[in-house]
């Protein structure tokens, strides 16, 4: 309620800094965690999309997605990835 649509592609890119930047950390068979408090595609979805697109020694193998109307909590994205 209080974000300007602009601020979904900032937001968008300096998330995909930050896989960039922890990438190299990450050993080869190594689990990465990727999380928001954010309900927006372009955070959340878009994100793991772009990335594995970037990334092609990381897979995508699972995400779970909290929603208020749905799970009486606040929204919130989690998606898994490992490194080949």
């Not at 937001?11 to 050993?27: D, G, N, S, Y």
Request: hydrophobic letters at 40%; charged letters at 30%; glycine letters at 4%.
């Amino acid at each position: 309620w209080r974000l300007q649509p602009e601020e979904f592609a900032r937001m968008h890119e300096a998330q995909c800094a930050l896989f960039r930047a922890v990438f190299p950390l990450l050993k080869p068979g190594g689990t990465l965690v990727y999380s928001t408090c954010s309900m927006e595609p372009e955070e959340n979805e878009a994100v793991g999309k772009r990335i594995c697109a970037e990334l092609t020694e990381l897979r995508f193998v699972e995400s779970r997605q909290t929603l208020p109307f749905r799970d009486a909590m606040d929204g919130a994205f989690a998606a898994k990835f490992q490194r080949d």
